[in-house]
Protein backbone atom coordinates (compact mmCIF):
# COMPACT_ATOMS: atom_id res chain seq x y z
CA UNK A 1 0.00 0.00 0.00
CA UNK A 2 1.23 3.48 -1.05
CA UNK A 3 1.69 6.35 1.93
CA UNK A 4 -0.52 8.48 -0.42
CA UNK A 5 -1.28 11.53 1.13
CA UNK A 6 -4.70 11.53 0.19
CA UNK A 7 -5.81 8.40 2.10
CA UNK A 8 -7.74 8.72 4.89
CA UNK A 9 -8.08 6.67 7.61
CA UNK A 10 -11.74 5.23 9.17
CA UNK A 11 -12.48 7.27 12.32
CA UNK A 12 -12.94 4.43 15.24
CA UNK A 13 -16.00 5.93 16.85
CA UNK A 14 -15.57 5.02 20.39
CA UNK A 15 -18.49 7.44 21.81
CA UNK A 16 -21.23 5.37 19.35
CA UNK A 17 -19.84 1.86 20.33
CA UNK A 18 -19.54 2.71 24.22
CA UNK A 19 -23.43 4.10 23.75
CA UNK A 20 -24.39 0.85 22.16
CA UNK A 21 -22.47 -1.27 24.87
CA UNK A 22 -24.14 0.82 27.41
CA UNK A 23 -27.65 0.39 26.14
CA UNK A 24 -26.90 -3.39 26.46
CA UNK A 25 -25.78 -3.35 29.90
CA UNK A 26 -29.05 -1.87 30.75
CA UNK A 27 -30.75 -4.63 29.17
CA UNK A 28 -29.04 -6.82 31.23
CA UNK A 29 -30.00 -5.40 34.36
CA UNK A 30 -33.24 -5.41 33.64
CA UNK A 31 -32.68 -9.30 33.01
CA UNK A 32 -30.42 -9.33 36.31
CA UNK A 33 -32.60 -7.79 38.51
CA UNK A 34 -35.54 -9.91 37.45
CA UNK A 35 -33.49 -13.67 37.61
CA UNK A 36 -32.04 -12.30 41.01
CA UNK A 37 -34.46 -9.57 42.66
CA UNK A 38 -31.21 -7.93 43.17
CA UNK A 39 -30.25 -4.56 41.69
CA UNK A 40 -26.03 -4.73 40.63
CA UNK A 41 -24.42 -1.86 42.60
CA UNK A 42 -21.01 -0.03 42.35
CA UNK A 43 -19.14 1.33 45.04
CA UNK A 44 -16.68 4.03 43.81
CA UNK A 45 -14.63 5.64 46.84
CA UNK A 46 -13.11 8.94 46.29
CA UNK A 47 -10.45 10.49 49.32
CA UNK A 48 -9.46 14.05 48.73
CA UNK A 49 -10.95 16.64 46.39
CA UNK A 50 -8.38 16.24 42.75
CA UNK A 51 -10.36 18.48 40.49
CA UNK A 52 -10.06 15.53 37.52
CA UNK A 53 -10.88 12.92 40.37
CA UNK A 54 -14.11 14.45 41.22
CA UNK A 55 -15.31 15.02 37.43
CA UNK A 56 -14.42 11.04 36.42
CA UNK A 57 -16.29 10.10 39.48
CA UNK A 58 -19.77 12.16 38.78
CA UNK A 59 -19.68 10.33 35.71
CA UNK A 60 -18.98 7.22 36.50
CA UNK A 61 -21.93 7.96 39.15
CA UNK A 62 -24.45 9.36 36.76
CA UNK A 63 -23.48 6.40 34.16
CA UNK A 64 -23.83 3.44 36.86
CA UNK A 65 -27.79 5.15 37.33
CA UNK A 66 -28.49 5.88 34.21
CA UNK A 67 -27.71 2.05 33.53
CA UNK A 68 -30.30 0.66 36.43
CA UNK A 69 -27.65 0.11 39.03
CA UNK A 70 -27.19 1.22 42.53
CA UNK A 71 -24.08 3.88 42.81
CA UNK A 72 -22.71 4.37 46.21
CA UNK A 73 -20.13 6.89 46.09
CA UNK A 74 -18.24 7.55 49.31
CA UNK A 75 -16.31 10.60 49.52
CA UNK A 76 -13.46 11.13 51.91
CA UNK A 77 -11.19 14.12 53.05
CA UNK A 78 -7.77 14.25 51.93
CA UNK A 79 -6.29 13.45 56.00
CA UNK A 80 -8.17 10.31 55.99
CA UNK A 81 -5.46 7.42 57.14
CA UNK A 82 -4.64 4.34 55.47
CA UNK A 83 -6.49 2.45 58.24
CA UNK A 84 -9.93 4.36 57.82
CA UNK A 85 -9.98 3.76 54.34
CA UNK A 86 -8.63 0.15 54.39
CA UNK A 87 -11.84 0.04 57.26
CA UNK A 88 -14.37 0.96 54.56
CA UNK A 89 -12.73 -1.11 51.77
CA UNK A 90 -13.63 -3.93 54.01
CA UNK A 91 -17.15 -2.91 54.89
CA UNK A 92 -17.55 -2.67 51.39
CA UNK A 93 -16.34 -5.96 51.27
CA UNK A 94 -18.91 -7.75 52.96
CA UNK A 95 -21.60 -5.61 51.60
CA UNK A 96 -24.49 -7.60 49.77
CA UNK A 97 -25.88 -4.30 48.05
CA UNK A 98 -22.38 -3.80 46.84
CA UNK A 99 -20.98 -5.94 43.66
CA UNK A 100 -18.09 -4.48 42.63
CA UNK A 101 -15.50 -1.46 43.99
CA UNK A 102 -13.24 1.07 42.97
CA UNK A 103 -11.17 3.32 44.30
CA UNK A 104 -10.18 6.31 42.46
CA UNK A 105 -6.54 6.99 41.57
CA UNK A 106 -4.39 8.79 42.38
CA UNK A 107 -4.51 8.59 46.19
CA UNK A 108 -3.03 11.12 48.15
CA UNK A 109 0.96 10.40 48.52
CA UNK A 110 0.40 9.33 52.59
CA UNK A 111 -1.75 6.57 51.03
CA UNK A 112 -0.40 3.12 50.12
CA UNK A 113 -2.46 2.43 46.67
CA UNK A 114 -0.91 -0.78 46.21
CA UNK A 115 -2.15 -2.40 49.82
CA UNK A 116 -5.31 -0.73 49.45
CA UNK A 117 -6.42 -1.94 45.71
CA UNK A 118 -5.35 -5.86 47.21
CA UNK A 119 -7.84 -5.09 50.26
CA UNK A 120 -10.62 -5.01 47.74
CA UNK A 121 -12.16 -8.62 47.52
CA UNK A 122 -11.08 -10.08 43.98
CA UNK A 123 -14.49 -10.67 43.21
CA UNK A 124 -15.39 -7.25 43.90
CA UNK A 125 -12.53 -5.64 41.56
CA UNK A 126 -13.86 -4.00 39.26
CA UNK A 127 -10.86 -2.51 38.00
CA UNK A 128 -8.95 -6.27 37.77
CA UNK A 129 -5.77 -4.50 39.11
CA UNK A 130 -5.69 -7.23 42.39
CA UNK A 131 -2.86 -9.88 41.79
CA UNK A 132 -5.24 -12.67 41.26
CA UNK A 133 -7.20 -10.63 38.65
CA UNK A 134 -4.14 -10.04 37.00
CA UNK A 135 -2.69 -13.76 37.56
CA UNK A 136 -5.77 -15.11 35.69
CA UNK A 137 -5.20 -12.93 33.01
CA UNK A 138 -1.99 -13.65 32.66
CA UNK A 139 -2.43 -17.27 33.01
CA UNK A 140 -5.07 -17.01 29.92
CA UNK A 141 -8.52 -17.25 32.52
CA UNK A 142 -9.61 -13.48 32.35
CA UNK A 143 -12.27 -12.59 34.21
CA UNK A 144 -12.20 -9.17 35.73
CA UNK A 145 -9.70 -6.59 33.68
CA UNK A 146 -8.64 -3.86 33.80
CA UNK A 147 -11.40 -1.57 32.17
CA UNK A 148 -9.18 0.74 29.32
CA UNK A 149 -7.79 -2.29 27.80
CA UNK A 150 -10.63 -4.31 27.69
CA UNK A 151 -12.24 -1.34 25.97
CA UNK A 152 -9.34 -1.28 23.49
CA UNK A 153 -10.28 -4.83 22.81
CA UNK A 154 -13.43 -4.44 22.14
CA UNK A 155 -12.70 -1.96 19.48
CA UNK A 156 -9.82 -3.21 17.87
CA UNK A 157 -12.39 -6.63 16.95
CA UNK A 158 -15.01 -4.07 16.07
CA UNK A 159 -12.75 -3.10 13.83
CA UNK A 160 -11.15 -6.14 12.85
CA UNK A 161 -13.33 -8.86 13.66
CA UNK A 162 -13.01 -11.76 16.22
CA UNK A 163 -9.78 -13.05 14.80
CA UNK A 164 -7.04 -11.45 15.79
CA UNK A 165 -4.64 -14.58 15.42
CA UNK A 166 -1.18 -13.90 14.19
CA UNK A 167 -0.93 -10.07 13.88
CA UNK A 168 1.55 -7.89 15.35
CA UNK A 169 0.57 -5.85 17.91
CA UNK A 170 2.84 -3.02 19.57
CA UNK A 171 2.17 -1.47 23.04
CA UNK A 172 3.50 1.78 23.59
CA UNK A 173 3.77 1.85 27.42
CA UNK A 174 4.24 -0.93 30.19
CA UNK A 175 1.76 0.51 32.83
CA UNK A 176 0.45 -1.99 34.96
CA UNK A 177 -3.35 -0.22 34.36
CA UNK A 178 -3.13 0.05 30.67
CA UNK A 179 0.43 -1.59 28.80
CA UNK A 180 0.64 -4.70 30.62
CA UNK A 181 -2.69 -5.96 30.56
CA UNK A 182 -3.46 -4.85 27.35
CA UNK A 183 -0.12 -6.68 26.29
CA UNK A 184 -1.63 -10.01 27.57
CA UNK A 185 -4.93 -9.56 26.22
CA UNK A 186 -3.44 -9.45 22.73
CA UNK A 187 -1.72 -12.31 23.63
CA UNK A 188 -4.11 -14.01 25.06
CA UNK A 189 -6.02 -13.44 21.49
CA UNK A 190 -3.05 -15.03 19.85
CA UNK A 191 -1.43 -11.79 18.06
CA UNK A 192 2.61 -11.37 18.17
CA UNK A 193 3.26 -8.85 20.82
CA UNK A 194 5.73 -6.53 21.25
CA UNK A 195 6.02 -4.08 24.00
CA UNK A 196 8.36 -0.84 24.25
CA UNK A 197 8.60 1.94 26.39
CA UNK A 198 10.57 4.50 27.21
CA UNK A 199 13.62 3.16 27.58
CA UNK A 200 13.33 1.03 24.56
CA UNK A 201 16.09 1.78 21.83
CA UNK A 202 14.74 1.43 18.33
CA UNK A 203 10.48 1.96 19.55
CA UNK A 204 10.01 3.90 15.81
CA UNK A 205 10.85 0.93 13.87
CA UNK A 206 9.38 -1.74 15.89
CA UNK A 207 5.85 0.48 15.47
CA UNK A 208 6.47 0.57 12.10
CA UNK A 209 6.19 -3.30 12.20
CA UNK A 210 2.77 -3.37 13.44
CA UNK A 211 -0.65 -4.33 12.31
CA UNK A 212 -1.86 -3.15 15.66
CA UNK A 213 -0.62 -0.36 17.50
CA UNK A 214 -1.29 0.87 20.90
CA UNK A 215 -0.75 4.10 22.60
CA UNK A 216 -0.54 4.43 25.92
CA UNK A 217 2.40 6.78 27.02
CA UNK A 218 0.98 9.95 27.68
CA UNK A 219 3.37 11.80 25.79
CA UNK A 220 1.14 14.08 23.26
CA UNK A 221 2.13 13.13 19.41
CA UNK A 222 4.52 10.65 20.44
CA UNK A 223 3.57 8.68 17.54
CA UNK A 224 4.71 10.13 14.12
CA UNK A 225 3.11 9.25 11.06
CA UNK A 226 6.12 7.45 9.43
CA UNK A 227 6.08 5.44 12.96
CA UNK A 228 2.58 3.56 11.49
CA UNK A 229 2.24 1.00 9.03
CA UNK A 230 0.40 1.81 6.20
CA UNK A 231 -3.01 -0.25 6.53
CA UNK A 232 -2.47 -0.59 10.65
CA UNK A 233 -5.21 -0.15 13.12
CA UNK A 234 -3.83 2.29 15.57
CA UNK A 235 -5.85 2.52 19.37
CA UNK A 236 -4.60 6.06 20.84
CA UNK A 237 -4.87 5.86 24.57
CA UNK A 238 -3.69 9.67 25.46
CA UNK A 239 -5.81 11.76 27.11
CA UNK A 240 -3.72 15.00 27.25
CA UNK A 241 -4.38 18.69 27.55
CA UNK A 242 -2.12 20.78 25.67
CA UNK A 243 -2.27 24.71 24.96
CA UNK A 244 -2.56 25.51 21.55
CA UNK A 245 -2.71 29.13 20.41
CA UNK A 246 -3.60 30.07 23.73
CA UNK A 247 -6.26 27.78 23.68
CA UNK A 248 -6.80 24.32 26.00
CA UNK A 249 -7.44 21.26 24.42
CA UNK A 250 -7.44 17.29 24.82
CA UNK A 251 -4.94 15.62 22.31
CA UNK A 252 -3.79 12.10 22.26
CA UNK A 253 -0.36 10.56 21.98
CA UNK A 254 -0.58 9.86 18.17
CA UNK A 255 -0.02 12.52 15.85
CA UNK A 256 -3.96 12.29 14.36
CA UNK A 257 -3.13 14.52 11.24
CA UNK A 258 -0.60 12.39 9.71
CA UNK A 259 -2.02 8.85 10.07
CA UNK A 260 -3.79 9.49 7.19
CA UNK A 261 -2.66 5.98 5.92
CA UNK A 262 -3.54 4.06 8.73
CA UNK A 263 -6.57 1.19 8.33
CA UNK A 264 -8.21 2.76 10.93
CA UNK A 265 -7.32 5.25 14.08
CA UNK A 266 -9.29 6.51 17.28
CA UNK A 267 -9.82 10.12 17.64
CA UNK A 268 -9.20 12.05 20.66
CA UNK A 269 -11.54 12.80 22.54
CA UNK A 270 -14.24 10.85 21.15
CA UNK A 271 -12.46 7.19 20.91
CA UNK A 272 -10.95 5.13 23.72
CA UNK A 273 -11.68 7.21 26.73
CA UNK A 274 -16.32 6.90 26.60
CA UNK A 275 -15.38 2.91 26.55
CA UNK A 276 -13.67 3.30 29.90
CA UNK A 277 -16.77 3.93 32.28
CA UNK A 278 -19.41 1.58 29.99
CA UNK A 279 -16.38 -1.30 30.48
CA UNK A 280 -16.28 -0.54 34.00
CA UNK A 281 -20.50 -1.04 34.19
CA UNK A 282 -19.52 -4.07 31.93
CA UNK A 283 -17.28 -5.60 34.79
CA UNK A 284 -19.47 -4.20 37.72
CA UNK A 285 -22.55 -6.87 35.79
CA UNK A 286 -19.73 -9.66 35.64
CA UNK A 287 -18.51 -8.88 39.30
CA UNK A 288 -22.56 -9.42 39.98
CA UNK A 289 -22.95 -12.98 38.17
CA UNK A 290 -19.64 -14.05 39.67
CA UNK A 291 -21.23 -13.60 43.13
CA UNK A 292 -24.93 -14.90 42.10
CA UNK A 293 -23.37 -17.96 40.44
CA UNK A 294 -24.86 -16.88 37.21
CA UNK A 295 -22.85 -17.84 33.57
CA UNK A 296 -20.46 -15.07 32.52
CA UNK A 297 -21.45 -13.37 29.34
CA UNK A 298 -18.99 -13.84 26.29
N1 LIG B 1 -7.65 6.87 37.75
C1 LIG B 1 -7.44 6.99 36.42
N2 LIG B 1 -7.78 5.84 35.78
C2 LIG B 1 -8.22 4.99 36.72
C3 LIG B 1 -8.73 3.66 36.66
O1 LIG B 1 -8.83 3.00 35.61
N3 LIG B 1 -9.10 3.12 37.85
C4 LIG B 1 -8.99 3.79 39.02
N4 LIG B 1 -9.37 3.18 40.14
N5 LIG B 1 -8.52 5.03 39.11
C5 LIG B 1 -8.16 5.62 37.95
Not at 40 to 46: F, H, I, Q
Not at 232 to 255: E, F, L, M, P
Request: hydrophobic letters at 45%; one cysteine or more; glycine letters at 10%.
Amino acid sequence: MSMDRFARAASIDGKQFAAGLLERIKKDVEILKAQTGVVPGLAVVLVGDDPASSVYVASKHRQTVAAGMKSFVHQLPAETSQNELLGLVHRLNVAPEVHGILVQLPLPVHLDPNAVIQAIHQDKDVDGFHVSNAGRLFTGNPVLVPCTPLGCMMLLKDTLGENLSGLHAVVVGKSNIVGKPMAQMLMNAHCTVTVVHSQTRDTAELCRAADILVVAAGRPGLVRGDWIKPGAVVIDVGINRIQDGGKSKIVGDVAFGEAGHARAITPVPGGVGPMTIACLLSNTLTAFRGQHNLAIAA
